[in-house]
């Protein structure tokens, strides 16, 4: 019941916060620069073509009814019609953001378990030669900007060892794979194509590897400085002291108790993983969710830009909802 009362108070904010979003982001982009008509329209084009173009559009009313059609359309599961492309942005959706999910997904997981490793070697090896090569490690590969990172990775690994795939796409261009869910590795475990998920996997492996790195800086601190605290608490002391062998005092008295700070920050982390994926997926050829909101936003693709902000924002809410339920598992004192 404790649960089910944590999902119910989340949902019943998942709305307002939708609806809050959709207002600030429906008034920021109309105060932007350029008409994206002007973008779409031939140079040759009067003045009464342009105004047939916007009142095609519906960009011709007043922007509160512009809203107000806005959000009924989304309400039926319609974000409207691509300004640029002129296709229906929820087909758009379908197509790119499963693109996206997959590697922020494998990315986030890698991140994940990079930082909890090096977070409990460095508590164990708090100011060794470990400790130390772990902080640096995490630290430099939060410092440097992730498109760049990405670049030194192909030079490396396909420039130089020649050991990954060309930087292009997330499958080799002569493979066929019929498409269940838009996630190439478990389509192709579904499908039973294994040629299809090896190229899969090998063109996730430096993408992966850059978020992933450049994820686990902060949740490897998190994880340190919970582990050291724990460490020091009388209560491990106390089981220390009555000769409890140290595997089980790890998984009984240090490791859940080190997580309890971990989900909120790890589903902060994933959010900004789904929104800041938008340069690596350039760098990559990815096509996916964030590049396709990048082009949206360069072009005033209104539609794109708007489904964009209020998918993200939905699954920050939803994050948010699965990292709330998992720190009150790890620790049951805890009340929202």
């Keep these: 019941m404790r649960f089910i009362a944590l999902i119910l108070r989340r949902l019943q904010r998942l709305i307002p916060v939708l609806i809050g979003v959709s207002i600030l982001c429906f008034m920021l982009i109309r105060v932007l620069p350029g008409d994206p008509i002007l973008s779409i329209v031939p140079e040759t084009a009067t003045e009464e073509d342009i105004e047939r173009t916007r009142i095609r559009y519906g960009l011709d009313r007043p922007i509160f009814i512009q809203y107000f059609d806005y959000m009924s359309g989304v309400f039926r599961g319609d974000f409207g019609t691509s300004i640029q492309t002129n296709r229906a942005v929820v087909e758009q959706i379908r197509e790119r953001l499963p693109r996206t999910l997959e590697l922020v997904l494998y990315g986030f997981i890698f991140s994940l378990l990079l930082s909890i490793f090096l977070g409990f070697l460095s508590a164990y090896k708090a100011g060794k030669i470990s400790d130390h090569f772990s902080r640096f490690v995490v630290l430099v590969g939060n410092s440097l900007p992730d498109f760049w990172f990405a670049l030194v990775l192909i030079l490396i690994f396909f420039g130089l060892l020649d050991w990954a795939p060309p930087p292009i796409g997330r499958i080799e261009s002569d493979i066929g794979l019929e498409l269940f869910t838009g996630f190439l590795t ?103 969710f964030g590049q396709w909101a990048l082009r949206g936003l360069l072009l005033r693709d209104y539609p794109v830009i708007q489904a964009f902000v209020l998918v993200t924002a939905g699954f920050y809410v939803i994050i948010f909802l699965i990292a709330d339920i998992v720190q009150a598992f790890l620790d049951p004192r805890i009340r929202y």
């Design 186 to 288: 478990l389509d192709a475990l579904i499908s039973g194509n294994w040629r299809a998920l090896g190229s899969a996997l090998s063109h996730l492996a430096l993408p992966v590897l850059t978020l992933g790195i450049v994820g686990a800086a902060p949740m490897m601190r998190s994880v340190r400085a919970s582990a050291l605290e724990v460490m020091g608490s009388s209560a491990y002391h106390c089981a220390k002291a009555h000769g409890i062998n140290s595997k089980e005092l790890f998984w009984k008295y240090l490791f859940r108790e080190s997580l309890v700070p971990l989900p909120v920050l790890a589903g902060l982390i994933f959010g900004n993983l789904i929104g800041g994926s938008v340069l690596v997926e350039y760098v990559f050829s990815w096509q996916g």
